[in-house]
């Protein structure tokens, strides 16, 4: 995982890129993307809607940065502890969540 510098002070995380992470191939990010929008809860990040997974404990989540209609072939995965939020997390953009969605 490669602590992301740009947002450490506003948005502390760290992410995962394909072709530069040994060991994890195009597979592993299509499979990790697929999961993610399956198994994912709604969120925030201000006013854009996407989808999180947590880990069992809740401390951290994980989330990929999809365009406005989402591939399969995700090259990079983010990850994030919990212990903050970006904006209201009551209200989502239903309709963006449905793209995202693998059903």
């Given at each position: 995982?490669?602590?992301?510098?740009?947002?450490?002070?506003?948005?502390?995380?760290?992410?995962?890129?394909?072709?530069?992470?040994?060991?994890?191939?195009?597979?592993?990010?299509?499979?990790?993307?697929?999961?993610?929008r399956?198994?994912?809860?709604?969120?925030?990040?201000?006013?854009?809607?996407?989808?999180?997974?947590?880990?069992?404990d809740?401390?951290?989540?994980?989330?990929?940065?999809?365009?406005?209609?989402?591939?399969?072939?995700?090259?990079?995965?983010?990850?994030?502890?919990?212990?903050?939020?970006?904006?209201?997390?009551?209200?989502?953009?239903?309709?963006r969540?449905?793209?995202?969605?693998?059903?």
């Amino acid at each position: 995982w490669i602590w992301a510098r740009t947002y450490a002070e506003s948005a502390p995380h760290w992410y995962v890129v394909l072709g530069r992470t040994p060991d994890l191939t195009r597979e592993d990010f299509i499979r990790a993307g697929r999961v993610i929008r399956t198994f994912g809860e709604p969120g925030n990040f201000w006013s854009h809607t996407n989808l999180y997974l947590f880990t069992q404990d809740r401390s951290r989540k994980f989330w990929c940065m999809w365009g406005t209609h989402p591939k399969d072939d995700v090259d990079l995965i983010n990850m994030a502890t919990t212990d903050r939020t970006y904006g209201p997390q009551d209200t989502f953009d239903t309709q963006r969540l449905a793209r995202l969605r693998l059903t």
